[in-house]
DNA sequence: TTTAGCACTCCGGGAAAGTGAGTGCTAAAC
DNA sequence: GTTTAGCACTCACTTTCCCGGAGTGCTAAA
């Protein structure tokens, strides 16, 4: 059943109003911001309707009205007037993000810190990715007879590497062997397989060349699997504490807890378009029951998304918040694609 | 002028208590806590010296007692028996520091985290080193025709790499020139200096050739440059909000944001031996004038110190966070100590 | 269907009063 | 001189009570 424009109307003026001030929308107040076209009594009546019809809530009989989860959803849905970013807003989101192209997770980091101080909320940070990580190319560099690099080109093309002290003097020319072993046999692997794949080449070579095999093929497991798994960082947190409805310390303890080591239950989009809005009970976590959350993903390239959610209120101002936080969205895909290098032929497995 | 043995008693007694519960101290309590052998009014004199003197304070007349800074002071000096860890916390220090070696700032952004949750109060990482940081070697390894990936050791014996995409292609014979020219001319001096060593050499190499060279050049110039300066990191803070003392959101938003974005004006030892603390107005930011610091360094090798601090109110546990913290520490200074890799020539200038 | 009027509800703030932990002082005891 | 018991006093904290005001719901008229 739809509502009737006033209603919406009204609706909508209680969720602005509550959205700026933190205090139940009293019928006079909507009566003034509407112009002055109909009179307090009617909005009175529009608002008992809205509350039975459960967009609006009452926190006690003689109260005004404050919106539900419902509400806010109507809101978000129909209601809310797509911001436009100003020239102004988008010169700064840019600034920000004149970030050097360093490790993909510092970037990040710097990023979300970036948005969070931007929307005034905190926020929280990560990527996904389809395919698994795999190596695409290994190099072995001689230091010393007890030590070399390894660097290992991955999937995504980014470029790890690490010193790596040998436990055995290694003959420098049996070097190209093993680079040939690393290349031949494990490229494009996932890492769980790697372990099975050394076993079956350690008979081709002689043991004190195992030993650095194993090593290096060590390292890379453990980088694919770190970098591949993905990381959430969040950054802003304090930001809670401006906010009336964490005043509470208790509140504010536990959601900022569950930020802080929540690695794995924060709310992913995992299909739909580049934007979504969780508000209150839609969040499946109980941390965040009544807070929602304002998401956007942006490409990174490689069929790698990155992903950054804001945390509030559900009072929240959902218009500006999607409205920066797209414009992020938009400016790190961009960073990102100006960035990207590399071609990316063998990606397929 | 020295306190008697009684008073320091008295004092010790009322700082351990306030440790506790956050509460003023009375005299009867402390008559109880040191087993009858002298009555609450005799306590209640020896109070009022003591606060004559400027060891305790007394919120308001009718209240009990509590340390001024002054006291504490004396008390971290003198009164407090240093603990020694259980075996089953050195157990469960050893445990958090089985840490993979992964790239330092991960390494100590994990440790941060586990010395925050095991000693209950937020927790800030840096590292510092007093060498400036150099380039130690070069590596170029084609990739493409269109791009390389450029590996640089540092003079602290990490290493670092990138996949270098290339505005004009290069003739792969070329590339060991190139090394060569990197290797002789751009180690060993510090990042500032590199782009006048650039034009130095600028004639002695075709113009295709230098474009690479200057790309590299400037990637080795960031990430000196960036490796080099401190980064701090900290953790927990919202551990903060389960003390009595921040739970106004005022003062926790004022301490935490100050946490957030300190980078440069956290307390940092410079001198001194393995562990400092600092007290109250002994805190020379402004933000941290009623809260104390306990700060512990470690060694990471190549003549690189990390540092861990831990914030918390003046009442804070000194004995068991001093102790806690320097476990921590020497199970860094362990763990980098076994994994220290590589032999440091080359680390004079 | 809208509006004016009015009685009613209930939160929030402030004053008043009671409670109790703890003190400082005095005078006696050691 | 030092310690102790006794006692009146102080002052934060809690509870209670009261009141004003914002806002409601209902009714009756426009």
Redesign the pocket.
């Known amino acids: 059943m739809e509502l009737t424009d006033r209603k919406k109307q009204i609706l909508k003026v209680v969720v602005e109003d509550y959205i700026q001030t933190a205090e139940?929308?009293?019928?006079?107040?909507i009566a003034a911001e509407m112009g002055g076209?109909?009179?307090?009594?009617?909005i009175?009546?529009e608002?008992?309707d809205l509350?039975e019809l459960g967009y609006l809530e009452?926190?006690?009989?003689?109260?005004?009205?404050v919106p539900s989860p419902k509400g806010y959803r109507l809101y978000v849905n129909e209601l809310m007037e797509r911001q436009k970013l100003s020239l102004d807003e988008t010169e700064k989101i840019n600034q920000s993000l004149q970030l050097k192209m360093e490790e993909l997770d510092r970037v990040i980091a710097q990023a979300g810190r970036a948005v969070s101080s931007f929307v005034n909320y905190p926020a929280y940070m990560t990527t996904v990715g389809k395919k698994k990580l795999t190596a695409r190319r290994f190099e072995l560099l001689p230091v010393d007879e007890r030590s070399c690099i390894v660097v290992m080109m991955m999937s995504d093309s980014r470029v790890k590497s690490q010193l790596l002290h040998l436990q055995l003097k290694v003959d420098l020319d049996q070097l190209p062997i093993l680079i040939n072993l690393l290349n031949g046999h494990f490229t494009a692997i996932p890492p769980n397989e790697m372990n099975e794949r050394l076993m079956d080449v350690a008979e081709q070579i002689p043991p004190q060349l195992f030993l650095l095999l194993s090593q290096t093929v060590s390292y890379a497991v453990d980088m694919l699997e770190e970098a591949g798994q993905r990381e959430v960082i969040t950054a802003g947190a304090n930001q809670l504490l401006k906010l009336p409805e964490f005043r509470d310390a208790d509140k504010a303890h536990e959601l900022m807890s569950f930020l802080a080591d929540s690695k794995e239950n924060l709310p992913m989009p995992e299909d739909d378009g580049p934007m979504k809005i969780l508000i209150g009970p839609e969040n499946v976590s109980d941390a965040l029951k009544d807070t929602s959350v304002v998401m956007a993903s942006y490409d990174i390239g490689d069929d790698m998304r990155g992903l950054i959610g804001v945390v509030g209120p559900t009072r929240m101002d959902y218009a500006t918040v999607a409205a920066r936080l797209s414009g992020f969205a938009d400016g790190l895909t961009r960073l990102f694609g100006k960035q990207e290098l590399p071609p990316k032929e063998d990606t397929k497995e």
Do not use: D, F, I
């Not at 139940?24 to 107040?29: D, E």
């Open positions: 139940p929308v009293g019928s006079k107040t076209s109909v009179s307090s009594a009617t009175r009546n608002l008992a509350v009452q926190p006690h009989t003689s109260a005004g009205r």
